[in-house]
């Protein structure tokens, strides 16, 4: 599954990990996506959602 939302195209970010001795090595943050069942277009759809669009309403999950 990839690592976006479908309503506001959150992304897996990338970036450094840094230790207390300053050593830099590569990580990677991915959002927290959750397949739901949603209303799109007034038919019933999986889509991939982050959680923060569930938790604001942007997002019209079907029954």
């Given at each position: 599954m990839a690592r976006l939302c479908e309503v506001c195209s959150k992304r897996v970010?990338?970036?450094n990990a840094v230790s207390h001795a300053e050593n830099?090595?590569?990580?990677?943050?991915?959002?927290?996506?959750q397949t739901v069942r949603a209303v799109v277009n007034g038919r019933v759809k999986?889509?991939?959602?982050?959680?923060r669009c569930l938790r604001s309403g942007?997002?019209?999950?079907?029954?």
């Open positions: 970010h990338r970036g830099k090595t590569k990580r990677s943050w991915s959002p927290n996506v999986r889509i991939t959602v982050c959680t942007k997002v019209q999950r079907a029954i």
